[in-house]
């Protein structure tokens, strides 16, 4: 019976197989890679010895048990494999190559969906062009895997670029490094696609600016410029899969804690994935989270579960010194440098840390200064506070992490429009000229304030 199943469910795998073998024999597709299908087996082993041996023999197993029954990642063939290692695997699941489901315009730097916003694609290939172009100022760093390529799944590199004129010892992941460090990323939440926009624009804004704009010069001269214009792609992929009609994936990719699949008829906007910005090991835990897999603010099965939200931690202690006490009412060191921007959408609110509680922080005063500066940059409609001011408290996110964990101010930006034609997390892709004109100024004075935020 067991052997049946099998042969059934490949047969069904194969038919899937088929269906991608005939859209690759069809008029070539802008999208050029094709990584074939990814099949998750389900497999008897029992906790003990037979789930230990399957764990040794290298199989890429999933972190999900369902009873008696683990998960492996592989190939169509990968079942051969677990047979002559006497375990039976049943396809559970066929992953679909990710690039088969893309219904963009252009290629490589110029690929675009819904009206002009760049894919994961074309993003990275920018980044890289920008290296080639501008070398004495531009270094792209790869600083980990999405949680799909971590499964051989597809996925992604998570990526940033550093700018600055580039000095010895520049652009390291080394904290004691000499020039102050201004830090950005957007698309945390995948479906805030303003934010790849404005982190886009940003790196061209500097790399083009240098040496004819004096301010762009000067920030250059002075100060490391780095940026992850993606720093939740899994996620984005999904987003950009939708084309014209972008899908609201806020979270990852990654689906191991709860179902496959998670819309139901009481819930059709659930989603599978991890909110990468309620998992970091900054007083994570049930507030303004959620345990549901399928939530839209899951946290994770704990704190630091995520690929993509180690990454980012890793990465920002190779940028910054921790200045701070362990204490939450510990004061940053009066000499602390550096920035970290997080860009959201949309509403028009600058966020300053504490985001778990309403208590003020220790260094609220400065924090607090900084961000009414920014919103006033950014216009008479923006608003500044804690989270839990102007929105609501939660625990996990990365503004807690960074400066509680470093004591490096940091900032949520909320861009866009809460009403009108650019509202919403999907504006016309016309919108982001407006957006643009706000968030360059923001930019340029947080990148000012590296140097020294808190004026010690
Ligand atoms: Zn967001």
Redesign the pocket.
Known sequence: MKQRRLSLALAGAASVVFLVGTSTAAPPQPVAVQEGPTYVYRVPAPLGEKAQDLLARGFDVLEQRDGDDLFVLGSKTTHTRLAEAGFTGQVESVMAPPSAELKTRGYGITETYYGGYRTIRAHYAHLDQVALRHARLATVVDYGDSWRKTQGAGGHDLKAICITRKGPGDCRLTPTAKKPRMFVSAQ??A??IT?GDMAWRWIDHLTQGYGKDAEVTSLLDSTEVWVVPIANPDGVRIVQSGGDSPKLQ?KNGNYTNGPRECPTTEDPNAQIGVDV?RNFDAQWGDNGTSADPCHQVYRGPKADSEVETRALEKLFRGLFPDTRGPGLTDPADPKTRGMVITM??ALNVVLLPWGYTTTPSPDDGPLRAMARDMAGLAGADWRYGQPGELLYTAGGSIDDWVYGELGVPHY?W?IGNWQGDCAGFLPAYSCQDGHWAKVRPMLTYATKKAANPYGG
């Open positions: 945390i939440h479906r805030e934010t806020r910005n959201h959408s949520t909320e």
